[in-house]
DNA sequence: GAGTAGATCCTCT
DNA sequence: GAGGATCTACTCA
C-alpha cells in the first residue's frame, strides 16, 4: 500500500482526479484511533468557472481561502449546521479546484466509526457507515477543525493496487441552485457499491 | 416504499 | 438575515 504523493493532486485535471480516487483508500489517524474506508464515490469542483463550487467566479473568503492553496489540502466545511463535508484541494495555488468525497467502504476501524455514529455494533451493516458525505467524515473522526490539513499525515489517501471494475458517471448531487452547471457529469461512483450515496 | 419536515450554525450579503 | 455540496425520522399508503 503506498501513500498517494502531492504531486498526484496537483495535476491540472480535477475531473480525471476524482475519477482515479475512486477504488483509493482514505485513511486517518487521530489519538492512536486508526479508521479507514475506500472511496466509492467522488464529485469534482470546477473552481471559478462552476456555478457549483464555492470559489466560482473567483469568490474568495475566509471560508474559501483553503481552496486556493496547492494540491493535496483538506477543505472541510459545515454543511446544514450540523454535516461536516470532506474535500480534497487539487491543482496547484491560486486555483481552487476541489474534489469531494461522498462515500466510502469501510475496512479499519469498524467500531470506532460506529462509536462516532452512535451506532449500537452490530445494529446496522457496515455499507451504511460511509454512504453520504456527512456520515463519512463523521466515521472518519473529520471535522471542520481539520481544514487545511496537508494529506500525508493524521489524514491521508493510500493506492493499495485495487482497480475499479467499473466507474460510473453522472451529473452531482444536491447543487440544483447551480442552474446548468448541476447537469455537468462531474459525479462518479463505483459501480454496484452498496455505500454510494444518493439514487439508485 | 415514497415524500416531507426539522435540525442547526457558520458564512456571506 | 438568509440559506446551504445533508441526514434522519416520521407520516401516509
Do not use: W
Request: net charge positive; aromatic share 8%; hydrophobic share 35%.
Amino acid at each position: 500500500m503506498t501513500k498517494l504523493p502531492l504531486s498526484f493532486f496537483e495535476r491540472s485535471d480535477v475531473v480525471q482526479i476524482a475519477r482515479e480516487l475512486i477504488g483509493k483508500i482514505l485513511l486517518t489517524s487521530f489519538n492512536g484511533q486508526r479508521t479507514s474506508g475506500r472511496i466509492v464515490e467522488t464529485e469534482a469542483y470546477n473552481g471559478i468557472v462552476d456555478k457549483a463550487s464555492h470559489a466560482y467566479s473567483g469568490r474568495r473568503t475566509n471560508r474559501t481561502d483553503i481552496m486556493f492553496r496547492e494540491g493535496g489540502t483538506a477543505y472541510v466545511y459545515l454543511c446544514y449546521g450540523i454535516h461536516h463535508l470532506f474535500n480534497v484541494v487539487t491543482n496547484t495555488i491560486n486555483i481552487p479546484h476541489a474534489v469531494l468525497i461522498r462515500a466510502i467502504e469501510p475496512l479499519e476501524g469498524v467500531d470506532i466509526m460506529k462509536e462516532r455514529l452512535h451506532i449500537q455494533k452490530g445494529a446496522q451493516p457496515e455499507h451504511t457507515l460511509g454512504r453520504g458525505p456527512g456520515k463519512l467524515s463523521k466515521a472518519l473522526g473529520i471535522s471542520t477543525s481539520h481544514t487545511g490539513t496537508i494529506l500525508q499525515e493524521s489524514i491521508a489517501i493510500y493506492d493499495d493496487g485495487y482497480t475499479p471494475s467499473e466507474i460510473v458517471v453522472s451529473a452531482r448531487i444536491g447543487v440544483d441552485y447551480a442552474a446548468e452547471d448541476a447537469e455537468l457529469p462531474y459525479r462518479f461512483y463505483l459501480a454496484g457499491s452498496k455505500a454510494v450515496s444518493g439514487k439508485k
